[in-house]
């Protein structure tokens, strides 16, 4: 009999409920006890959502974030937060967003730094870690969620961050070595074991998905030391991998002293096999078997021929669950109401997909004939997308089929490029320019929702975006900035722009999925070949132009970050998507050109978060990745201009890749880091026109003339002065007009006074 298991459900809740009350907390609101209320209405739910599963994930359930709950845990937080008034929610809350629910000023701290959860959208709060931090236990959130679950007949299964991961994930204060701490950690990771033992906690889940990435051998060291002091306890212990294979990892994951491993069977199928082989035959192996990353049904009856003759071999020590914990999943497809209905009935969200598990469970426990039915149905969804003509586009197969190097080629070398366009658009040194958006108003979120629900009709819709656009034109041009924008106030997002208007995209009403605390995207589902029947903004950014006589910088995002935004199509490699995308985002730079505009940037905010988790596999994406990038950006002519913008900037491991994209301008966002993020280029001779940041546009402050002269004088330390522009690090739509003229109105005269020295 295979048992089954989730490894963790998302907490937001169906309508994004948790947010909602969260940020009801944070205003004043609602009280403590209203924000817990909605806590334990969002488990109950979601805890009956799961209870046909043998095991349910306890523990799993955070007001913020599962990193940051484990370090309250282990009694590992912050000092800065020590001793402050409230609640201990206070405090986590003053970690999580530098304030609690109920501040006044003086009670602000930095809050946490945040980075991304592995390979996902997910962000957590990194640990911090210096040499004589201590550690004790804190179980009472984990058997207060525990008592609640037993009081539901719930079968719980403990879920926490394994000690390895959790070291893994934080950050040195001290420049001390965080594995140095491994021994003051264990004793507490025995304690909390000892204590869900004392609670009558048959099986933990420890997640130590570290595994999944490439350890030296301190870390694998480290991994063993754990295991092994922790192996005594009176818990059976299912160490839970996911997100990639393991690669060199593979022998030790196996041999690790714990009651049962589970492994990511999606994302490494082809590694089960081994691990069957390596597995002592006392421990349990959980397969994860459904997506935990994606939204597509699974092929049930494919997934039964392949699992079939490992469940023979395995027997009563076969547990199968998805492939990670749904969290990085909307909630419900039940949900949709306006969904188009032959997409929907390829698509299963968390809810669907324990169903699926269920299916398969049955299916191996009682044959195939037990759940004929639903596996009829399973198929005939399947084979109906396979076919479906709105996936297959013979002409878009036939365009990609046809892609050869050229394509990606620009006429001529940047030198000769960088002449032409001196003469065509006889900017000035130190040119000055912005990312593309401007300010987002109430007043432009409004009309577009009127237009959106049918409220306002067309004409008085272009009218008033008309105007938005003349306004930041007047704006820019009352600025002096060199090359100006039209401020995209027709767009909600940047990928939802684009996805809206190609055909192979639809759209969720409630697929949220969390990224950090309260903040939810809802990822545009992207399920067929990709195709772009009308210009998206070419009326637009004509109409802007035809406004000044400075030149007016088109503004296209680029295929690579439009593909790691959304939820992918999984019946063909990522790369062979993105360079759909890319040839549709062509034509879309073609007609820009056509149009007379003579500069187009082509935003690739997300590039870097494309990268595989283990820096081998870095190249192979790179490769197509850069490649779609020049098959987007290299049709056009000399004298046209290709900008490109990245957010992060650091560049130090793939400055070759990036300088391979030949942009002739590349803006990045490098304020913040006091030009240290302009390293790689000391010891890489990038070749093109670079922009970097001067104005740190998540804060409100305003940057001085003086600053963003130091800045600049840095940058030139590196970059030939030459070829250096003067702009923001990045779009503006989230600072009011009031910051965003005084800090423009700086940055412009700073450019001239450089100027008079260049
Ligand atoms: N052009 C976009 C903007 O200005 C770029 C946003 C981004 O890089 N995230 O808003
Ligand atoms: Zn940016």
């Avoid at 001793?83 to 304030?99: M, P, V």
């Amino acid at each position: 009999m295979a048992t089954t298991h989730n490894l963790g459900f998302p907490r937001i809740g169906a309508k994004r409920e948790l947010k909602f009350a969260q940020e009801g907390y944070w205003k004043g609101q609602l009280s403590e006890q209203e924000l817990q209320h909605t806590g334990e209405t969002l488990r109950a739910r979601h805890w009956q959502a799961q209870n046909q599963l043998d095991w349910v994930p306890v523990g799993d359930f955070s007001f913020y974030d599962q990193v940051l709950d484990t370090s309250f845990t282990l009694g590992h937080i912050p000092s800065r937060v020590k001793g402050l008034t409230g609640s201990t929610l206070d405090n986590y809350f003053r970690i999580a967003r530098g304030r609690s629910g109920n501040d006044s000023d003086c009670q602000s701290v930095h809050a946490g730094e945040m980075t991304k959860w592995f390979d996902t959208n997910y962000h957590y709060i990194v640990p911090e870690f210096s040499t004589d931090d201590s550690f004790t236990l804190n179980p009472e959130r984990l058997l207060a969620q525990l008592a609640e679950a037993r009081q539901q007949n719930i079968n719980a299964k403990p879920v926490i961050v394994g000690p390895i991961t959790y070291l893994w994930l934080g950050k040195s204060k001290d420049d001390n070595d965080r594995l140095a701490l491994l021994d003051k950690l264990l004793p507490v990771y025995s304690e909390l074991l000892q204590v869900l033992a004392g609670e009558g906690i048959e099986w933990l889940q420890i997640d130590e998905p570290v595994l999944v990435t490439e350890l030296d051998s301190h870390w694998q060291h480290a991994l063993n030391v754990a295991y092994h002091t922790l192996k005594s306890a009176p818990v059976k212990l299912l160490l839970a991998t996911y997100f990639g294979e393991l690669a060199d990892n593979l022998k030790l994951t196996c041999e690790l002293p714990v009651a049962g491993i589970h492994v990511d069977a999606i994302s490494a199928p082809a590694e089960v096999e081994k691990i069957i082989d390596w597995l002592p035959s006392h421990k349990i192996l959980s397969l994860g078997i459904i997506n935990g990353r994606n939204i597509w049904k699974t092929d049930l009856n494919a997934t039964l021929d392949w699992l079939e003759p490992f469940a023979a071999k395995l027997g009563e020590r076969l547990w199968l669950a998805p492939s990670c914990s749904l969290l990085h999943v909307p909630v419900d497809l039940a949900a949709e109401q306006a969904l188009d209905p032959e997409v929907k009935n390829w698509l299963a969200f968390a809810t669907q997909k324990l169903d699926e598990l269920r299916i398969v469970a049955t299916a191996l426990n009682e044959g195939r004939s037990a759940v004929a039915a639903e596996l009829a149905a399973n198929a005939k969804a399947v084979a109906a997308r396979k076919q479906s003509d709105r996936v297959n586009n013979q002409a878009v197969r036939a365009r990609v089929a046809s892609i050869n190097k050229t394509l990606g080629e620009r006429q001529n070398s940047y030198a000769v490029r960088a002449q032409k366009q001196r003469l065509r658009f006889n900017l000035p040194a130190y040119p000055t320019t912005t990312i593309g958006s401007f300010p987002q108003t109430l007043d432009i979120r409004q009309t577009r929702r009127q237009f959106k629900s049918g409220e306002l009709p067309l004409d008085d819709y272009q009218t008033r975006i008309k105007a938005e656009i003349k306004r930041s034109v007047r704006e820019q041009e009352a600025l002096e900035l060199d090359v100006l924008v039209h401020g995209e106030a027709e767009r909600n997002d940047m990928v939802e722009y684009f996805g809206e208007q190609l055909e192979g995209y639809v759209f969720s009403q409630y697929g949220w999925v969390q990224s950090y605390g309260s903040r939810c995207v809802k990822p545009p589902i992207l399920f067929g070949d990709i195709s772009r029947p009308n210009a998206m903004t070419v009326a637009w950014t004509q109409y802007a132009q035809s406004l000044t006589d400075k030149p007016l910088k088109g503004m296209l995002t680029g295929p690579v970050t439009i593909l790691n935004w959304s939820f992918v199509r999984d019946d063909q490699p990522r790369a062979e998507t993105c360079k759909q995308l890319a040839l549709a985002i062509r034509d879309e730079v073609q007609d820009l050109e056509h149009a007379g505009v003579g500069i187009i940037q082509i935003d690739e905010a997300a590039l870097r978060e494309g990268l595989p988790l283990r820096k081998s596999q870095w190249q192979g994406y790179l490769d197509w990745a850069i490649e779609c990038f020049r098959i987007t950006a290299n049709g056009v002519s000399d004298e046209t201009q290709i900008h490109t913008h990245m957010c992060y900037s650091e560049f130090n491991d793939i400055i070759e890749s990036i300088a391979h994209m030949d942009a002739d301008v590349i803006t990045i966002e490098t304020s913040r880091s006091n030009m240290e993020l302009l390293d790689a280029f000391d010891h890489f001779n990038y070749p093109n026109d670079i922009g970097p940041g001067v104005y740190d546009i998540h804060s409100p402050n305003i940057p001085s003339q003086a600053h963003i002269i130091n800045l600049m004088s840095k940058a030139g330390e590196r970059i030939p002065t030459e070829r250096l522009w003067v702009n923001p690090d990045c779009g503006l739509k989230t600072r009011q007009w009031s910051e965003v003229l005084p800090a423009l109105k700086n940055m412009v005269s700073a450019a001239k006074t450089l100027r008079l020295s260049a």
